[in-house]
């Protein structure tokens, strides 16, 4: 027995060492088609809102979750204002996006404000901003979206 273990330990580490990486077939690798950008806008929105929510029920917390959230932001961070009766839902895009530059696309992003008296139809603006990032020698395109409020004033 002792024969056996000793003739298929060096088998066994030949075969691992000479065997190719093929981390790149994997079927754990992220693809292009394996989500989409309004589904990453719609995500985005939705983190940033449970993290309004979460600084305005746990203010003890509010530096670290106002650091976070300005990622989320560009400028001022009064996208709406959260209190305990207020409830968004149906995030949803509006429309095709804008191309602002090579980089930054721009789209409505349009969602449900739930109040105990009423139900209003809100937007904010979204960047997507696109980066390619070299990770690995693999040339990988990193997506970061900001949120802005549009302000019309009638006069």
Excluded: W
Excluded at 10 to 32: G, R
Excluded at 60 to 81: H, L, M, Q, V, W
Excluded at 91 to 117: C, E, N, P
């Amino acid at each position: 027995m002792r024969k056996l273990i000793i003739l298929l330990i060096p088998i066994l580490i030949i075969s691992c060492s000479t065997k190719e990486n093929s981390s790149s077939d994997s079927k754990f690798a992220p693809t292009e088609d394996s989500f989409s950008t309004e589904n990453l806008i719609e995500k985005k929105f939705k983190e940033f809102y449970d993290l309004n929510t979460l600084l305005k029920s746990y203010p003890d917390f509010k530096e670290d979750i106002e650091k976070r959230i300005e990622n989320f932001t560009t400028g001022t961070r009064a996208i709406f204002e959260i209190n305990d009766s207020i409830k968004i839902v149906n995030i949803r895009q509006k429309g095709a996006f804008i191309k602002v530059s090579d980089s930054v696309d721009m789209t409505h992003v349009l969602f449900d404000v739930i109040t105990d008296t009423h139900i209003k139809t809100d937007s904010v603006l979204a960047f997507i901003t696109k980066k390619k990032v070299l990770i690995d020698n693999e040339e990988v395109i990193s997506s970061k979206v900001k949120f802005t409020r549009v302000v019309v004033q009638d006069f």
